[in-house]
């Protein structure tokens, strides 16, 4: 007599995460908030840099490795002729790094002031306001600025860094090796 074996059926698969939901956890991590931070300070990083490295050159290099850490680069072996690389770098990319420094910190002060609503009278901004977005309760209104301002504000500060530092890694890839 001969039997047969019937294989268990195979257990589901985990559902696939979604795009949206990917994207979003992508957009808040530890990358971005070191690439907004790189975005945010690189112009007077990479001019304080460039004067620096005339008189130090190790400056130049230390500026280097800080860009492609800051960026999310590989570490490579530094170029000849670094300073000179460091001083085109810095005026080449002035453009795009006086953008980044002013869009992010415009992001991050409305960002800011939204999720720190009740500052707002410390710097010298009309403080609470029964009729404002949320009212009449202090909280509503603190809750619907953040909500609604603060956080969107937030990520779209994030996100407008992925685009300065896509510009901005093409740029120190080609001048500084």
Do not use: E, K
Not at 10 to 37: M, N, T
Not at 141 to 163: F, K, S
């Amino acid at each position: 007599m001969t039997t047969l074996t019937v294989p268990a059926p195979a257990a589901p698969a985990a559902p696939a995460a979604a795009p949206a939901a990917s994207r979003l956890r992508g957009a808040v991590s530890a990358a971005a908030w070191r690439r907004a931070r790189y975005a945010l300070c690189s112009l007077p990083l990479a001019l304080l840099a460039a004067a620096a490295s005339v008189v130090s050159p190790g400056v130049a290099r230390r500026y280097r490795a800080l860009v492609r850490r800051s960026l999310g680069q590989p570490a490579t072996p530094a170029p000849r002729r670094l300073v000179g690389r460091v001083l085109a770098h810095a005026l080449i990319g002035l453009p795009v790094n006086a953008a980044a420094t002013l869009v992010l910190g415009w992001l991050g002060y409305l960002s800011l002031i939204n999720l720190a609503y009740p500052i707002r009278p410390l710097i010298g901004m009309i403080g609470f306001d029964p009729h404002a977005w949320g009212g009449p309760s202090y909280a509503g209104v603190w809750a619907c600025h953040a909500l609604a301002g603060g956080v969107p504000l937030l990520l779209l500060l994030l996100l407008t860094a992925r685009a300065f530092t896509g510009l901005q890694s093409r740029l120190a890839r080609t001048l500084l090796g």
